[in-house]
């Protein structure tokens, strides 16, 4: 590991002055449980590490519309156990549950979960080019080994997928981003336009500015309906999805009525579909309608072979998530 600086932050404007002394070289600390390992491997060699973890963003508090304001240094673990969170907007819970091991989880934060990186191997090993690691030296990705990578969204540059499951869920529910930056100007960012897709600049993976600080995840009002987190994975735990699916589905008189979806494991940042959506809403449950908007939704899925099965993948369990959440049955 090289050396770097470090400075302890007492509060949010002193967090975001000490990230922007040296712009996009200073970096913020949470958890440590990517960027550590990151560094360790000096994929990423920041000259400066702004310690968060002393601010007061770690609290849950109802917004004044009846949503849910994340704070962003609430770890995985208390989000999941939140009691609100669990009622309201369960798909969140189980999503979270369904991401790393207790352990991780009891040290992750909701800020650091949205921008850890992806998991792509060539990304890892400083040996092989990357695009995303270095930019303009080529992707390794690209005739090597695919399985992890993304059949939506790539680009000729790169086709690493987003790993976050929490993001997924966040996605599904519409959240926004708030974040602070060093002239005090606050934004809220939607989720729907956090993340960028690679194009030909796949190291640049957000709409963030360098030292721009994540202070909260909000929430909408609670949805309702039947909260469904389904994630594939080689492993029963502790493995990053292949293909996950969030569904919040709202019947009304048998009839989907209030359809919200998004896929993981697929695509560079967590995927939704509007048309996908709109064909399903207002609709009466079936499978032929299932296949119609896995149709819709796969239309121009792309494989790079060891990622191939992904298609067939995400056809299946779309189709499980949308069978369950509408009371169907499980068995598509
Ligand atoms: C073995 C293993 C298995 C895992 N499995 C899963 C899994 O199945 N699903 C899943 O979703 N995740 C998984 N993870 C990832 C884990 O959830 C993330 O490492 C964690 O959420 C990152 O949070 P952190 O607080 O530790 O971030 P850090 O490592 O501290 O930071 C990550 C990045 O976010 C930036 N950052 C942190 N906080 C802020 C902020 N408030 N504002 C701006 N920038 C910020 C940092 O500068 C850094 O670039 C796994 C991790 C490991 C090591
Ligand atoms: S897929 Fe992206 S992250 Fe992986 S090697 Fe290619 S450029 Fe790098």
Redesign the pocket.
Known sequence: MRSFDYARANSVSEATSEASVSTDKA???????????LMKLEVMTPEKLVD?TRLDLRDITPTEDGGLRIG?LVT?SDLAADATVRRDYAVLSRALL????GQ?RN???T???L??RTRCYYFYDTAMPCNKRDPGSGCSAIGGATRLHAILGASEACIATH????AVAMQVLGAQVETERASNEGRLIPLAEFYKLPGDSPHIETVLEPG???TAVILPPPPGGTHVYRKVRDRAS????LVSVAAVIGMDGGRMARVQLAFGGIAPRPWRSAEVEDLLQGEDPAPALFDRAADLLLADARGQGGNDFKIPLTRRTLRAVLAEATGMGDSQ
């Open positions: 970096r913020f600390i949470a958890g440590g449980t990517n960027l550590l390992d968060i962003a995985n369904a991401g790393a091991s991780l040290k992750a934060t800020g650091g979960n921008l850890q790993p976050s499951d929490m721009e600080l994540i502790y493995a990053f999805a």
